[in-house]
């Protein structure tokens, strides 16, 4: 049996060794082997202590950075980076670099760039604002009565808009089985989710207000296959999966019958490439009287997160689905910039609503191709920007 002043005189302790150090003026990462440092970094779960780290000495901040430490934090964080291809800083010219000289200073270059983005990003996933991250409502699987009944109606917070209700509804199905989805574009291309509500459809003019909820639902985060330009429109009836790639994939959560706002909370945020969602609501719980159809209703839909731009942005790169992430700011202040298309669809929304009103009422209204719509766009795209 060991005694124990044998132990402590023949094999030092850690933090006497590191004391030692200290005492002496030496840097105590001289006196590990690598296997240990990086275990002891890689228990580093906050990005502020790796930040603290690499502003130690030049030795740190070598060490973080040669060994990609802040991208290895971010991974662990957020799963989906593992399809990474590389980072970039669009402010810094490339060729430059390069023709500097030798591939060491391109290579350490590079991986700077990459301890600074990452760095960031961690940052920023903690720190930026939380608020509502939808940009605006891509498609729906069915629609029952377009454009009344649209997808576009779940991003108003409202039961109803002047005496309409507002709502989406799916075509009748005669099982209950019969899943639906609904795809909305997120207000960043890069952006961390942390939860998801939705709120069922009581149909209050219909006898005994029935609820209109889904058995329960699922997300999928992800991006576009093909430019969303023209190539979805309303009513979108047997839905193309593959015009998008869906990256990630949460467990379901039940639904319930209630006309309220559900919360569901993801366990985890979740890093969203691509800013894409598509919300899965699995199988149907209420029959309408009238034609004994089961029906899947939303009043409105809301994502909670953490938009990441401007600060940073994204390129697909098809066909394999990895991404370039482009860090483009690295400003904690740097306010984010509304978007003319997203307001100008509000706007829509808005005269849509004052259209039915005005229908509803008996009022004729004219359509009118206005030819100098372009025109009208940029001034307003211009003035946006002011």
């Given at each position: 049996m060991f005694q124990k002043g044998k132990i402590q005189r023949g094999f030092p302790s850690f933090s006497s060794t590191i004391s030692s150090a200290m005492g002496s003026g030496m840097d105590f990462f001289n006196w590990l082997d690598y296997d240990v440092l990086m275990k002891i970094l890689l228990c580093l779960d906050d990005p502020a202590d790796l930040v603290r780290v690499s502003s130690v000495s030049r030795t740190w901040r070598h060490f973080v950075v040669t060994n990609g430490l802040s991208r290895q934090l971010c991974v662990r964080m957020f799963p989906t980076l593992h399809r990474l291809d590389h980072v970039v800083e669009p402010s810094r010219c490339v060729k430059d670099i390069a023709e500097v000289g030798c591939s060491r200073y391109v290579e350490d270059e590079n991986l700077g760039v990459e301890h600074r983005a990452f760095a960031f990003l961690a940052r920023?996933?903690?720190?930026?604002?939380?608020?509502d991250c939808i940009g605006e409502a891509i498609c729906a699987s069915s629609t029952d009565n377009y454009p009344d009944e649209s997808v576009r109606n779940t991003l108003e917070p409202h039961e109803r808009v002047g005496r309409r209700p507002s709502y989406w509804s799916s075509k009748g199905q005669t099982t209950s089985s019969v899943p639906e989805t609904l795809v909305y574009k997120l207000a960043s291309d890069v952006c961390v989710v942390s939860e998801i509500n939705i709120k069922p459809f009581e149909a209050y003019f219909q006898w005994g207000s029935p609820i209109y909820s889904a058995k329960s639902v699922r997300f999928r985060f992800g991006h576009p296959n093909v430019p969303l330009d023209g190539t979805m429109s309303e009513p979108c009836d047997g839905f193309s999966a593959e015009k998008f790639t869906w990256t990630y994939t949460t467990a379901?959560?039940?639904?319930?019958?209630?006309?309220?706002?559900q919360n569901f909370k993801l366990p985890e945020p979740v890093l969203c490439i691509g800013g894409m969602l598509m919300i899965e609501l699995l199988g149907r719980v209420q029959k309408q009287t009238m034609d004994g159809m089961f029906y899947i209703c939303i009043c409105h839909v809301q994502v909670v997160g953490r938009p990441l731009s401007?600060?940073?942005?994204?390129?697909?790169?098809?066909?394999?689905?990895?991404?370039?992430?482009?860090?483009?700011?690295?400003d904690p202040t740097l306010p984010e910039q509304p978007s003319p298309t997203a307001y100008l669809q509000g706007r829509i929304r808005d005269l849509e609503q004052i259209l039915n009103l005005l229908r509803d009422q008996g009022v004729v209204v004219e359509e009118y191709d206005w030819n100098g719509d372009e025109e009208v766009d940029d001034e307003f795209e211009e003035d946006f920007a002011l």
């Amino acid at each position: 049996m060991f005694q124990k002043g044998k132990i402590q005189r023949g094999f030092p302790s850690f933090s006497s060794t590191i004391s030692s150090a200290m005492g002496s003026g030496m840097d105590f990462f001289n006196w590990l082997d690598y296997d240990v440092l990086m275990k002891i970094l890689l228990c580093l779960d906050d990005p502020a202590d790796l930040v603290r780290v690499s502003s130690v000495s030049r030795t740190w901040r070598h060490f973080v950075v040669t060994n990609g430490l802040s991208r290895q934090l971010c991974v662990r964080m957020f799963p989906t980076l593992h399809r990474l291809d590389h980072v970039v800083e669009p402010s810094r010219c490339v060729k430059d670099i390069a023709e500097v000289g030798c591939s060491r200073y391109v290579e350490d270059e590079n991986l700077g760039v990459e301890h600074r983005a990452f760095a960031f990003l961690a940052r920023s996933c903690k720190t930026f604002p939380l608020r509502d991250c939808i940009g605006e409502a891509i498609c729906a699987s069915s629609t029952d009565n377009y454009p009344d009944e649209s997808v576009r109606n779940t991003l108003e917070p409202h039961e109803r808009v002047g005496r309409r209700p507002s709502y989406w509804s799916s075509k009748g199905q005669t099982t209950s089985s019969v899943p639906e989805t609904l795809v909305y574009k997120l207000a960043s291309d890069v952006c961390v989710v942390s939860e998801i509500n939705i709120k069922p459809f009581e149909a209050y003019f219909q006898w005994g207000s029935p609820i209109y909820s889904a058995k329960s639902v699922r997300f999928r985060f992800g991006h576009p296959n093909v430019p969303l330009d023209g190539t979805m429109s309303e009513p979108c009836d047997g839905f193309s999966a593959e015009k998008f790639t869906w990256t990630y994939t949460t467990a379901e959560f039940p639904m319930a019958q209630e006309n309220q706002l559900q919360n569901f909370k993801l366990p985890e945020p979740v890093l969203c490439i691509g800013g894409m969602l598509m919300i899965e609501l699995l199988g149907r719980v209420q029959k309408q009287t009238m034609d004994g159809m089961f029906y899947i209703c939303i009043c409105h839909v809301q994502v909670v997160g953490r938009p990441l731009s401007p600060a940073f942005g994204v390129e697909i790169l098809e066909p394999s689905g990895h991404f370039t992430l482009k860090a483009l700011s690295y400003d904690p202040t740097l306010p984010e910039q509304p978007s003319p298309t997203a307001y100008l669809q509000g706007r829509i929304r808005d005269l849509e609503q004052i259209l039915n009103l005005l229908r509803d009422q008996g009022v004729v209204v004219e359509e009118y191709d206005w030819n100098g719509d372009e025109e009208v766009d940029d001034e307003f795209e211009e003035d946006f920007a002011l």
